[in-house]
């Protein structure tokens, strides 16, 4: 009879990131809405794009999206060097906005110290105008970061944070992101799914799929050295982790925030226009 036994449950517990959490949308750079809803309905299912996960779990669209498009709050970028092995200098962008983190960008380049490298992350945190990079500093103790920064500074100057984590990568990587994923606050765009499973495609078929991010993310458990290679995702926790603290800000209430804000100004414009001063406190006449 054990050989009856359904493992379904066994193994959501011990993969515990799924594709189905995820909320999947078009992301434009400069603005998003003040409040999207996950679904899960098999109507919302997105069945053209390549899915990495076990049988079951798809990527889904949103229920809803509400509110206005603003801009966002914040912008940073996370880097994971590589080694001189066969990993990838790996990053993820991400962007915050009222709780709700998009992810802009997250892949990989070949290569660890090399021009070409710099440059490209370089010209990537330009093109998206972070405002934070975050560099893993465990390996190599900062010398990524000090060979970065002249491209940095001759490119797009920006500030730089080395990260050094002292936790057990794997246990960090999904308590960082599962309650994100739970509450259904990361949000990624059917581009960045496509790109991340054709970057690899030059790659064996059998090594190809361990340098995907949708694969390492449903993949990886908390067991020492779960995954092979986990740079994306280890790079998109980092992202992630800058901005836990933000991310528990409720949506609701930041529309709401956001919509005084909006209004005090407005009140402004129409007092300055009207009497030619701006209001002060409530004694304005």
């Known amino acids: 009879m054990q050989f009856m036994l359904d493992p379904s449950l066994s193994d959501a517990e011990r993969y515990p990131l799924k594709l189905s959490d995820l909320v999947v949308m078009d992301i434009n750079p400069e603005l998003a809405p003040e409040k999207v809803i996950h679904s899960s309905a098999p109507d919302k299912q997105l069945r053209n794009l390549p899915v990495l996960g076990f049988a079951g779990d798809n990527f889904h669209q949103p229920a809803q999206v509400l509110g206005e498009w603003v ?9 994971d060097p590589s080694g001189r092995g066969s ?10 906005l009222n709780g709700f983190l998009w992810v802009l960008e997250c892949s990989g380049v070949e290569g660890g110290y090399g021009e070409k490298t710099m440059q490209t992350l370089t010209d990537i945190a330009k093109k998206y105008k972070v405002k934070q990079i975050l560099v893993e500093s465990n390996f190599g103790d900062g010398m990524f970061t000090e060979l970065l920064k002249p491209y940095l500074r ?20 999904i308590d960082t992101l599962e309650p994100i994923m739970n509450q259904h606050k990361l949000i990624v765009s059917p581009k960045m799914i496509d790109d991340d499973f054709t970057s690899t495609k030059h790659l064996p078929p059998e090594k190809a799929p361990q340098y995907r991010l949708f694969h390492q993310m449903t993949r990886i458990t908390k067991d020492r050295g779960a995954l092979l290679h986990d740079d994306r ?53």
């Open 71 to 79: 801009e966002y709050k914040g912008s940073v970028m996370a880097i």
């Open 87 to 96: 990993d990838e200098t790996s990053y993820a962008v991400v962007n915050i």
């Open 154 to 173: 001759k490119t797009y100057p920006v500030t730089t944070e080395e990260v050094r984590h002292n936790i057990q990568k794997e246990k960090r990587i």
């Open 233 to 285: 995702l280890d790079a998109l926790a980092m992202a992630v982790g800058y901005w836990v603290e933000a991310a528990g800000k409720d949506a609701d209430e930041a529309i709401q925030e956001d919509k005084a804000l909006r209004l005090d100004r407005e009140l402004e414009d129409f007092m300055q226009t009207a009497i030619g001063r701006e209001p002060k406190g409530m004694n304005w006449f």
